[in-house]
Structures are given as structure tokens and as C-alpha cells.
């Protein structure tokens, strides 16, 4: 297995410049999530998916989209980048089976600089 | 809400040093509790959990205990080595959610 894995790994972009950050996982696993790492900030949620066709809100939504047509891919889209999103991204999946605690596992990340 | 607060270091061992990572977290629920560690330059990987009250989750010689009286979760290891430098990030997620939520993270560089 591949486990999570993000493209690219590093992205340059002008402001408001879009595109969309790919994450792809082969463990059929439900839940996918998508988080930003800034420094002194830990991780912050950004979007989720328990399953195909279902997307919700993290904590710091705002700037971006997602959508979740197969169970594998989870892609985040930036329709107008700012430099306020020049961060690392992380996208994570686990296993969705209700009332059981499942690890979450993390891709490589995907560093956005913003200019 | 729920949050989770960890000392931020950064902290710097001599090798075979203990180290201890204080976590502390406030959640409306039963939480589980989650310790995970970032290697440079790589993304996150679960280091142990514990899932309910005075439970020891303990890997690679790291060990952390969920104590619900003082809503702690403190990091531990007897005797670090250089492999051990990394940041370590202890989070929380309430029952019947998908959502971990992070503390701010604390990098450890250990010497030799």
C-alpha cells in the first residue's frame, strides 16, 4: 500500500492564482480530512469527508473548496490564493466505523508559498 | 470547545537524557488522547493513544498516561536518543468524532 500520498510537494503561486492540492489514499478508508500547519499554530482542520459524496466544515474553512467523488481521492481547491494560505498541508484519512477510536494517517504534505 | 495545551519548547536533551512533555487538555466529553511525532521534513505519525481514564499507551520506548482528574496527558521517556529529535504534537478526539484537535506542538533536539 501507498498509504496517503499529496501532490506536489512544494507550490509557488501568485495572489490570486488558483489550484488544487491532489491527496489520494489506497486503504479504502471513509473519513478524509484536510489540515494546514503553521508555526506556533499546531494543525488546524480545514475540510473533512465520512465517505464519498459528504464534505464538512473544519475549523478554518474559509479560501477553500473540497469534494470527495470517490472514496480514494480527496482534492483541495484554492479558487484565489492569498498570502494569508502560504502554509503546509496536510491531508489525513482513517477508518470511519462509528463508536471505534482509529488512527488517522497523515501524507507527506504539501508546502504552499503564497507571494 | 476543546483545546490542547503542551509546553513549546523547543526543549534540547544531551542523549540518554529523560524527557517529559507536559500536555493538559479541556474537552467537553470523554476524549481519547493521542500523542503524534514529526520527523523533518515528513508528515505526522501516531505515537501512542489511550482511549479512556488511567490508560498507559507506551511505543518505542515512550509512554503517556491518561489522567482525567488532572485532564493531563504528559509525554515520557526514560533516555532519549538522537533518533527521538522531532516535534511532537499531543491532540484529543471526542467520542463519536473524527476530529483530532492539536496542540501547538513542541520540538525536541536531542544531542549527543
Known amino acids: 500500500n501507498a498509504g496517503v500520498t499529496q501532490t506536489p510537494k512544494f507550490q509557488v503561486l501568485k495572489t490570486g492564482q488558483s489550484m488544487t492540492l491532489q491527496c489520494a489514499q489506497d486503504m479504502n478508508h471513509e473519513y478524509m480530512s484536510w489540515y494546514r500547519q503553521d508555526p506556533g499554530m499546531g494543525l488546524r482542520l480545514i475540510h473533512y469527508?465520512?465517505?464519498?459524496?459528504?464534505?464538512d466544515q473544519g475549523e478554518v474553512p474559509n479560501g477553500y473548496n473540497v469534494s470527495r467523488s470517490t472514496t480514494e481521492d480527496f482534492p483541495l481547491r484554492l479558487l484565489s490564493a492569498a498570502p494569508s494560505q502560504t502554509s503546509v498541508y496536510f491531508c489525513?484519512?482513517?477508518?470511519?466505523?462509528?463508536?471505534?477510536?482509529?488512527?488517522?494517517?497523515f501524507g507527506p504534505g504539501t508546502r504552499l508559498t503564497v507571494t | 470547545g476543546n483545546s490542547v495545551t503542551q509546553m513549546e519548547g523547543p526543549v534540547t536533551l544531551s542523549e540518554e537524557a529523560f524527557l517529559t512533555i507536559n500536555c493538559t487538555y479541556t474537552a467537553t466529553g470523554y476524549p481519547s488522547l493521542f500523542w503524534y511525532v514529526q520527523y523533518p521534513g515528513e508528515g505526522l505519525q501516531l505515537l501512542l493513544k489511550?482511549?479512556?481514564?488511567?490508560d498507559k499507551g507506551s511505543n518505542k520506548g515512550f509512554e503517556a498516561t491518561y489522567r482525567k482528574e488532572t485532564t493531563s496527558f504528559h509525554l515520557e521517556k526514560g533516555s532519549v536518543q538522537v533518533s527521538d529529535s522531532a516535534v511532537y504534537f499531543c491532540?484529543?478526539?471526542?467520542?463519536?468524532?473524527?476530529?483530532?484537535?492539536f496542540g501547538k506542538g513542541t520540538k525536541l533536539s536531542v544531542i549527543p
Open positions: 491532540a484529543l478526539m471526542e467520542a463519536g468524532s473524527y476530529q483530532l484537535t
Open positions: 489511550a482511549t479512556k481514564a488511567d
Open positions: 469527508s465520512v465517505g464519498a459524496g459528504i464534505t
Open positions: 489525513a484519512s482513517s477508518y470511519g466505523t462509528s463508536g471505534t477510536v482509529h488512527e488517522q494517517y
